[in-house]
């Protein structure tokens, strides 16, 4: 039984691929997975352990970028509640003002009171004028003639029927 040839399944490759994005070496990894180092070589698998290892990379600076990100919010925090105690402190509190409103505006923003739309008052004085006038069906609009509006620019002339 000398000469005995490892058959590669993908079942093998799937886990080779996996321990070196998970962060081993591709020759530990491939003792490991059952890969002959001899695979190595080719270059499918060579360009395959090259994505599994920028993935490793990728998921490692993502994760520092994140605990990066969470000390800068808490830094950035410390130092607005600092900032806010010393506004009060110097003479030249307009700067610091501004910094705050800036980097806290729900804090230290201005407030602003809601804007109605024009377009919202327009239709409930349309309401509000509709309000005392009698309900008409559809039906009705149908039938009825329409009269050419007034010269004068009042009401129209009321129907005769």
């Given at each position: 039984m000398g000469n005995v040839r490892r058959v590669i399944t993908w079942r093998r490759y799937r886990k080779f691929l996996r321990l070196i994005t998970e962060g081993l070496p591709?020759?530990?990894?491939?003792?490991?997975?059952?890969?002959?180092e001899n695979a190595l070589g080719e270059p499918r698998v060579a360009r395959l352990v090259r994505i599994a290892e920028a993935r490793f990379?990728?998921?490692?600076?993502?994760?520092?970028?994140?605990?990066?990100?969470?000390r800068v919010t808490r830094a950035k925090d410390a130092v607005g509640r600092d900032?806010?105690?010393q506004i009060w402190e110097r003479s030249d509190w307009k700067s610091s003002a501004w910094l705050l409103e800036r980097r806290h505006p729900g804090e230290?923003?201005?407030?602003?009171?809601?804007v109605v739309a024009s377009t919202v008052i327009?239709?409930?004085?349309?309401?509000?004028?509709?309000?005392?006038?009698?309900?008409?069906?559809?039906?009705?609009?149908?039938?009825?003639?329409?009269?050419?509006?007034?010269?004068?620019?009042?009401?129209?002339?009321?129907?005769?029927?």
């Open positions: 591709a020759r530990r990894a491939a003792d490991l997975a059952g890969v002959p990379q990728h998921s490692r600076l993502s994760a520092i970028y994140a605990s990066v990100r969470v900032r806010a105690g230290w923003g201005p407030t602003q009171a809601p327009e239709i409930l004085s349309a309401l509000n004028a509709l309000r005392n006038r009698p309900a008409v069906s559809l039906a009705d609009l149908r039938h009825r003639p329409q009269l050419p509006p007034p010269a004068d620019g009042g009401e129209p002339a009321a129907e005769s029927e």
